[in-house]
């Protein structure tokens, strides 16, 4: 049977997702689940070059106290000069079926605030480019508590800034809201103190329920409607 606690999602969650959750406000007309799906798009990449054994990650329990994970290899999905060809290729495409340059930038910059906050938590295993030898993090995943407090601060920060510009216009987006927000941290505290993954497979195959959370905040913002708010 499925159990999150059997595994870890491989980065700072909540905190992208909340920043997912914040972009609404800065354009309301793009749909929640895109802005996930930009926020979190360089975690949907990588599991999938790991499966394919094109990018390397180890399991080494206690390398820091948040994660188990040593990412060994992945200048494709989390190197900076790639995520910026991601950030302008994810904006180009928006732009290109929307033609709305404001929602385009935006979603580049979701991708690429990806990397930056990767870069808070991280220990220095983040490339610059691909090949390069000179990795950055700051490490703030050798303190739990740091950590979780800075989780905490996005995800809510962005929670807050999504209900305050959108209003519910059925029983689905006001309850579905809120279950997506309990889904979300039920998953996060599960993966944070349960035990280690048991093989890197799992780590690529439990990666993807990510999906679910797009898909979720694609039908939930479908029963959400901006909010004219009082200036």
């Not at 159990?3 to 491989?10: A, G, I, Q, T, Y």
């Not at 895109?34 to 990449?45: I, K, S």
């Not at 990018?55 to 290899?73: A, H, M, R, S």
């Not at 999906?211 to 479908?222: M, Q, V």
Request: hydrophobic share 55%; proline share 6%.
């Amino acid at each position: 049977m499925f159990s999150p606690f059997k595994f870890k999602l491989p980065r700072m969650f909540i905190g992208h997702f909340g920043v997912g959750f914040g972009a609404k406000a800065a354009e309301p007309k793009i749909s929640l689940g895109t802005y996930f799906f930009a926020a979190q798009f360089l975690d949907l990449l990588w599991p999938i070059l790991i499966l394919l054994g094109v990018e390397k990650v180890e399991i080494k329990p206690g390398i820091t106290k948040v994660t188990p994970l040593d990412f060994t290899y992945y200048p494709i999905s989390h190197s900076l000069l790639m995520v910026l060809v991601w950030a302008i290729a994810f904006g180009f495409v928006s732009w290109s079926f929307r033609k709305n340059k404001k929602a385009a930038i935006i979603l580049g910059a979701c991708v690429l605030s990806h990397w930056i906050l990767d870069l808070i938590v991280h220990r220095p295993d983040l490339p610059l480019y691909p090949g390069s030898s000179e990795k950055f993090g700051l490490g703030l995943w050798n303190s739990l508590s740091a950590t979780l407090i800075i989780e905490c601060v996005f995800f809510f920060s962005g929670l807050m800034l999504y209900w305050r510009v959108t209003k519910a216009i059925n029983k689905i987006g006001f309850y579905g809201f809120w279950l997506l927000a309990a889904l979300l941290l039920v998953i996060y505290i599960a993966t944070t103190f349960g035990p280690p993954p048991t093989s890197i497979s799992a780590i690529g195959w439990s990666a993807q329920l990510q999906w679910i959370f797009i898909l979720l905040a694609y039908w939930i913002d479908r029963n959400r409607v901006p909010r004219v708010l009082e200036i």
